[in-house]
């Protein structure tokens, strides 16, 4: 009974192999080999035949942030730019660089705040580690190698009620003394044997304890670990619940759920080959911080990669002309999708009154007349027009006048290109917890949504007459 769409389940298995932005864009370049993709890198050429119309592409950059795109088989130079962009990364605790303490019989591991998490949440849940390794190689390279230890060997207790009869009035704390993971005994640890040795600087840094659970889950010596990036995540699985299998209880929603209804509305895109068009699903990271890094929304990673696109020559497509990417941006669309929010049964008045979207009843465009969302009337009509036709379910949001609103990747790119720009997103509950709630419907929702705007903008755009 209630049996959740296949979208939905699929999303459970990407979300839970992806406890971090490296292993979000590995899971990503997966779908996109399986679906024929093939990997370019953005230090070589794409000249000399390398695109081709028809053909299906993808890099990375950092192993954090992806770009994969589809020439359409009637693409010329000059022609637009049908471009999706979410992000891969998600409010986490992440280690430091010195991250080795030891207090009152404890060994602990010292974290920083990374973007603007609900970190109450973190309290009492078992805890991981995951995210990239750099790996000295016998021939002395240096690999980016994934790590992801799947049983919990961390944990930030709460203080019991017996010492705090305060906590549940108002449970406060201070994240820097308070927030830190214990990893293991100092009585345990000693058992173990496990003494840091002095040449390795990881053991320096860090508890060798850590250190060997990080080598054993690689298959390498703890000589090899050179340094890391690494988060702390929840190592309860993302699941479907509720009592008629509605929900998806989950970490990394916000931004995940976006992330992968790209990827495979892309993926499952027909008609490409009457596509005038270039389609593009673009995945940035650190959203959460900004996105003024070099693999973030902020940095040079789309505008150099559409100015490589309408610059480049294409097999069997028409010569390149000066103003080709001039000609391209103003013919494109960028849909910036990034979670949004549902109503809450219990703070509905937090909503306003006329704009209260709803798990089930499609994804949602997010509207605000200071543009912290870069949606306008003509990017509203091209989404609505498409659902309309393809009977997809959508909604629209707007913050209330009294409430702080959000933002996204969408306005920052829209003012960089002089792009037009839609915000979009599904609907969730409990945005930056570590456990967060959606809707199973609403990942087909977002993926039927977008794979109709990949398929058929090209066509659209040309009914739209403004400048």
């Given at each position: 009974?209630?049996?959740?769409?296949?979208?939905?389940?699929?999303?459970?298995?990407?979300?839970?192999?992806?406890?971090?932005?490296?292993?979000?864009?590995?899971?990503?370049?997966?779908?996109?080999?399986?679906?024929?993709?093939?990997?370019?890198?953005?230090?070589?050429?794409?000249?000399?035949?390398?695109?081709?119309?028809?053909?299906?592409?993808?890099?990375?950059?950092?192993?954090?942030?992806?770009?994969?795109?589809?020439?359409?088989?009637?693409?010329?130079?000059?022609?637009?730019f049908?471009?999706?962009?979410?992000?891969t990364d998600?409010?986490?605790?992440?280690?430091?660089?010195?991250?080795?303490?030891?207090?009152?019989?404890?060994?602990?591991?010292?974290?920083?705040?990374?973007?603007?998490?609900?970190?109450?949440?973190?309290?009492?849940?078992?805890?991981?580690?995951?995210?990239?390794?750099?790996?000295?190689?016998?021939?002395?390279?240096?690999?980016h190698?994934?790590?992801?230890?799947?049983?919990?060997?961390?944990?930030?207790p709460?203080?019991?009620?017996?010492?705090?009869?305060?906590?549940?009035?108002?449970?406060?704390?201070?994240?820097?003394?308070?927030?830190?993971?214990?990893?293991?005994?100092?009585?345990?640890?000693?058992?173990?044997?496990?003494?840091a040795?002095?040449?390795?600087?990881?053991?320096?840094?860090?508890?060798?304890?850590?250190?060997?659970?990080?080598?054993?889950?690689?298959?390498?010596?703890?000589?090899?670990?050179?340094?890391?990036?690494?988060?702390?995540?929840?190592?309860?699985?993302?699941?479907i619940?509720?009592?008629?299998?509605?929900?998806?209880?989950?970490?990394?929603?916000?931004?995940?759920?976006?992330?992968?209804?790209?990827?495979?509305?892309?993926?499952?895109?027909?008609?490409?080959?009457?596509?005038?068009?270039?389609?593009?699903?673009?995945?940035?990271?650190?959203?959460?911080?900004?996105?003024?890094?070099?693999?973030?929304?902020?940095?040079?990673?789309?505008?150099?990669?559409?100015?490589?696109?309408?610059?480049?020559?294409?097999?069997?497509?028409?010569?390149?002309?000066?103003?080709?990417?001039e000609?391209?941006?103003?013919?494109?669309?960028?849909?910036?999708?990034?979670?949004?929010?549902?109503?809450?049964?219990?703070?509905?008045?937090?909503?306003?009154?006329?704009?209260?979207?709803?798990?089930?009843?499609?994804?949602?465009?997010?509207?605000?007349?200071?543009?912290?969302?870069?949606?306008?009337?003509?990017?509203?009509?091209?989404?609505?027009?498409?659902?309309?036709?393809?009977?997809?379910?959508?909604?629209?949001?707007?913050?209330?006048?009294?409430?702080?609103?959000?933002?996204?990747?969408?306005?920052m790119?829209?003012?960089?290109?002089g792009?037009?720009?839609?915000?979009?997103?599904?609907?969730?509950?409990?945005?930056?917890?570590?456990?967060?709630?959606?809707?199973?419907?609403?990942?087909?929702?977002?993926?039927?949504?977008?794979?109709?705007?990949?398929?058929?903008?090209?066509?659209?755009?040309?009914?739209?007459?403004?400048d």
């Open positions: 009974m209630f049996k959740p769409d296949v979208e939905a389940q699929e999303f459970i298995e990407f979300v839970n192999n992806s406890p971090s932005p490296f292993h979000a864009t590995h899971e990503a370049s997966q779908i996109l080999l399986k679906a024929g993709f093939e990997e370019i890198k953005e230090r070589d050429s794409w000249n000399n035949g390398v695109l081709k119309r028809n053909g299906k592409y993808f890099f990375t950059r950092n192993g954090s942030a992806l770009i994969a795109f589809v020439v359409g088989g009637k693409y010329n130079p000059g022609n637009g049908s471009i999706v962009g979410a992000h998600s409010p986490c605790l992440k280690l430091k660089p010195v991250s080795k303490k030891v207090k009152s019989g404890y060994l602990e591991v010292g974290v920083q705040l990374y973007g603007g998490g609900i970190w109450h949440t973190w309290f009492d849940r078992d805890l991981s580690v995951a995210g990239r390794v750099l790996v000295e190689q016998e021939d002395g390279s240096f690999k190698t994934l790590v992801k230890v799947d049983r919990p060997i961390l944990r930030i709460t203080l019991a009620i017996h010492l705090d009869r305060t906590a549940n009035d108002s449970f406060s704390f201070n994240k820097e003394n308070q927030l830190a993971p214990i990893l293991a005994t100092e009585t345990k640890n000693a058992l173990t044997d496990i003494k040795t002095e040449e390795l600087e990881a053991e320096a840094n860090h508890h060798p304890l850590l250190i060997r659970i990080l080598a054993e889950e690689m298959k390498v010596k703890p000589s090899q670990i050179r340094d890391f990036e690494l988060a702390v995540y929840d190592t309860q699985k993302s699941t619940g509720g009592a008629c299998n509605e929900f998806i209880f989950s970490p990394r929603l916000d931004n995940l759920e976006m992330s992968f209804c790209s990827i495979k509305a892309l993926v499952d895109a027909k008609d490409a080959e009457n596509d005038t068009n270039i389609r593009i699903a673009a995945l940035f990271d650190n959203e959460e911080v900004g996105s003024m890094t070099a693999h973030g929304a902020d940095s040079n990673l789309l505008p150099v990669t559409l100015q490589r696109l309408a610059n480049t020559e294409v097999v069997e497509a028409k010569e390149v002309s000066l103003t080709a990417f000609e391209s941006i103003h013919k494109s669309v960028l849909v910036s999708a990034d979670m949004a929010h549902a109503i809450h049964p219990n703070y509905a008045e937090r909503h306003e009154e006329n704009h209260r979207p709803q798990m089930h009843k499609g994804t949602v465009i997010k509207i605000n007349a200071n543009q912290r969302y870069a949606t306008t009337a003509v990017t509203t009509l091209i989404l609505k027009e498409l659902a309309k036709k393809h009977n997809i379910p959508i909604q629209e949001f707007v913050v209330r006048n009294d409430s702080s609103c959000g933002s996204t990747i969408g306005p790119l829209s003012a960089k290109l792009l037009r720009t839609i915000d979009i997103g599904n609907p969730q509950l409990s945005m930056h917890s570590i456990r967060e709630t959606g809707g199973t419907d609403d990942v087909k929702h977002g993926i039927d949504l977008l794979r109709a705007f990949y398929e058929e903008f090209a066509a659209l755009e040309q009914k739209f007459i403004v």
